[in-house]
DNA sequence: TGCAAACCCTGTAGCTACTATAAGGTCAAG
DNA sequence: CTTGACCTTATAGTAGCTACAGGGTTTGCA
């Protein structure tokens, strides 16, 4: 199959998997005779790998990695693979820690401003220029 | 006060301050004989106003638009002003909640490896691989 | 046969918000 | 008069694509 078709059955486009091919994520397929890229049910499953892995947020890096656990001896230990996913974890949750601050301290601003105003008046502005010069704001110094 | 003096009293790097006066969000200060860059209070201000911004996760593109209503007559209401603000809100709060489900989705995906294994036997590079030939996956397909 | 649409190719530049060099000029202390 | 700490510009790199530009190929139809 040409690259078209193999991006209308993974939802991926021409581009991403020339990309991910540059990027040595998916091996370099077979070309026609006039240098279109054929391409074969197993490049389409390590596509899928890729993209399924990707939903999960996973960095190209790990990806390469854990696609590389393939042509490792299969008796070798896990834990290089737990330790990839723990790492995924870790990296998310204090994502949302951060930004459930952020959310709390922007609402914290917008509170600021709850009535229509001009932009003399505009509590929002005033909290902010009052932070650039050094007071207390709203939304970093709220107890 | 040079470059080095206003970052150190911002905490923000030189080549960060440079940058920013690159992007228009800082205007360019006056030079001494040798061209080196003379900052006053006021870039300072405009400075920690920038960073009080990002610290908040604004975009520089906003905070540009942010720092332009100074210029503004001041009886121009503030409703932009809050768009602003509000828009950063419900940004942060769509990523709060697409991270929430990509934990969830992953520490599914870890529990298929609770003790240890071979990374043949593995829980998650199994169920990795039997996604990517469009089996259900514990990550995505859990009811 | 001729032509146009729909493919495909490579290479390059753009996006965000910096960060990190390289290669050089300036200034004050000792 | 030299050392070290500053400063300058210009350029490239980061992550993961996306969007061209400028070309070649294949297919179908009149
Ligand atoms: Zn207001
Ligand atoms: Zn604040
Ligand atoms: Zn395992
Ligand atoms: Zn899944």
Redesign the pocket.
């Known amino acids: 199959m040409?690259?078209?078709?193999?991006?209308k059955r993974t939802g991926?486009?021409?581009?991403?998997i020339?990309?991910?091919e540059r990027e040595g994520l998916l091996p370099a397929p077979a070309?026609?005779?006039?240098?279109?890229?054929r391409y074969e049910q197993p490049h389409l499953e390590q596509l899928a790998f890729?993209l399924h892995c990707?939903s999960l947020g996973?960095?190209?890096?790990?990806i390469r990695l854990l696609a590389g656990f393939h042509q490792q001896p299969a008796a070798e230990p896990c834990d290089r693979v737990n330790a990839l996913i723990d790492q995924q974890i870790s990296r998310v949750h204090s994502q949302i820690e951060a930004l459930q601050k952020l959310e709390i301290q922007l609402q914290q601003l917008r509170a600021r401003c709850d009535s229509p105003h001009t932009l003399a008046d505009c509590g929002i502005l005033k909290t902010l220029d009052d932070a650039a010069t050094g007071e207390a704001c709203a939304c970093h110094d709220a107890s």
């Not at 040409?2 to 991006?7: K, N, R, S, V």
């Not at 991926?12 to 991403?16: A, H, L, N, P, V």
């Not at 996973?58 to 790990?62: F, T």
């Open positions: 040409q690259i078209g078709e193999l991006a991926c486009e021409s581009e991403t020339r990309y991910y070309r026609s005779s006039s240098g279109y890229r890729i990707r996973m960095p190209l890096a790990d």
